[in-house]
């Protein structure tokens, strides 16, 4: 089975690329700069699937029949893919949980500022369930 030197390449140059938006990701989320996630870009979602697509079709034996520069060129970007894909979704997480906290923290401060008093009337008991947090929440 010969190797298809080509299909490598045009892989490496995706992931490259793929890589180079996601470290630019990784940066804005750290400086809290999420208006300029390149990842949101649709040039950037459209390589995304068209390297899912390339990477389907990569048969392993046909990579690990490649000469063996290209070959190691080819795992180191795709290790490396792996991992900042990875620091990217646990940035994200951290982002995403630091929002909604702050939403729900909001919100409950809302409701208890416009709970009333309570009481032992009996019409204390049918007082209107409050808001949620979505209802305070006009980003996420």
């Known amino acids: 089975?010969?190797?298809?030197?080509?299909?490598?390449?045009?892989?490496?140059?995706?992931?490259?690329?793929?890589?180079?938006?996601?470290?630019?990701?990784?940066?804005?989320?750290?400086?809290?700069?999420?208006?300029?996630?390149r990842t949101t870009d649709p040039e950037i979602q459209h390589l995304s699937l068209l390297y899912d697509r390339e990477a389907a079709g990569?048969?392993?034996a046909r990579?690990?029949?490649a000469p063996s520069d290209l070959r190691r060129k080819?795992?180191?970007?795709?290790?490396?893919?792996?991992?900042?894909?990875?620091?990217h979704a646990r940035l994200l997480t951290r982002v995403r949980n630091a929002s909604e906290g702050i939403v729900k923290a909001v919100a409950e401060e809302i409701?208890?500022?416009?709970?009333?008093?309570?009481?032992?009337?009996p019409a204390a008991s049918h007082a209107r369930p409050q808001a949620s947090?979505?209802?305070?929440?006009?980003?996420?």
């Open 1 to 37: 089975m010969s190797a298809d030197p080509q299909k490598i390449q045009r892989l490496i140059a995706m992931a490259e690329r793929l890589i180079a938006a996601i470290e630019s990701d990784i940066a804005a989320l750290k400086a809290g700069r999420l208006q300029e996630l």
């Open 58 to 60: 990569m048969d392993p």
């Open 63 to 65: 990579a690990k029949a």
């Open 74 to 87: 080819f795992f180191d970007t795709t290790a490396k893919f792996r991992d900042v894909l990875a620091l």
């Open 111 to 121: 409701e208890r500022r416009r709970a009333p008093t309570c009481t032992y009337a």
């Open 133 to 140: 947090a979505m209802v305070y929440n006009t980003v996420i």
